[in-house]
């Protein structure tokens, strides 16, 4: 069971754009709308800022968005702000085998 | 709103039996909607997915884990519990546990504070 592969950082300045990248394969990230994002502060439990490659739950700001294309999935933030440092991971369900779920390895953002 | 809390020993032994619980406030874990889930990560990297089970006791492995893991459910106790076999150094994680996947889909919300179990004689 691979992970899903990230960029280990990305960095960008208040109020610019950044995409994270999050690479699977047809039996995961391209096989299904299944893709979710979460963010991690230092310290803290993972918090889920987008579902079905493109849903925002509710309270999460339309600043964060979400897309696919292929076997990659992206997450962008626009107008970043310095509470979105922090490190992002993705997951898919994966039908490699049973049933079950696969998680990139996460991205490092920081705001400059 | 739902909300989990893992409980446990912060320290167990190399080759004893790693045993954690969490309890579900907030909804009830038979609720149908939903499989409760156990993630971990090891300090410094990143997340690995465990397993996750059904208010019926249906569950679902992590291959790597498989056969170390056992996740249990009390439905009268709206708590679901691991047990990881044989542990090593390497299991040395932030252990959380979370609400999902869905029945229709896959994401995780919310999760837990996370506990920090230590692989240590």
């Known amino acids: 069971q691979s992970a899903l592969t990230q960029p280990a950082s990305v960095s960008g300045s208040p109020g610019q754009s950044i995409t994270i990248s999050c690479t699977g394969t047809?039996?995961?990230?391209?096989?299904?709308?299944?893709v979710s994002w979460y963010q991690q502060h230092p310290g803290k439990a993972p918090k889920l800022m987008i579902y079905?490659?493109?849903n925002r739950p509710s309270g999460v700001p339309d600043r964060f968005s979400g897309s696919k294309s292929g076997n990659t999935a992206s997450l962008t933030i626009s107008g970043l702000q310095a509470e979105d440092e922090a490190d992002y991971y993705c997951s898919s369900y994966t039908s490699s085998s049973t049933p079950q779920v696969v998680f990139g390895g996460g991205t490092k953002l920081t705001v400059l | 709103q739902v909300q989990l809390q893992e409980s446990g020993p912060g320290l167990v032994k190399p080759s004893q039996t790693l045993s954690l619980t969490c309890t579900v406030s907030?909804?009830?874990?038979?609720?149908?909607?939903?499989?409760w889930s156990w993630i971990r990560q090891p300090p410094g990297k990143g997340l690995e997915w465990i397993g996750y089970i059904y208010y019926s006791g249906s569950t679902y492995y992590n291959p790597s884990l498989k056969s170390r893991v056992t996740i249990s459910v009390d439905t009268s106790k709206n708590q679901f519990s691991l047990k990881l076999s044989s542990v090593t150094a390497a299991d040395t994680a932030v252990y959380y546990c979370?609400?999902?996947?869905?029945?229709?889909?896959?994401?995780?919300?919310?999760w837990g504070q996370g506990t920090l179990v230590t692989v240590s004689s």
């Open positions: 907030g909804g009830s874990i038979s609720s149908g909607d939903y499989y």
């Open positions: 979370a609400r999902g996947p869905t029945v229709t889909s896959n994401w995780f919300d919310p």
């Open positions: 047809s039996s995961d990230v391209g096989g299904y709308n299944y």
């Open positions: 079905e490659v493109s």
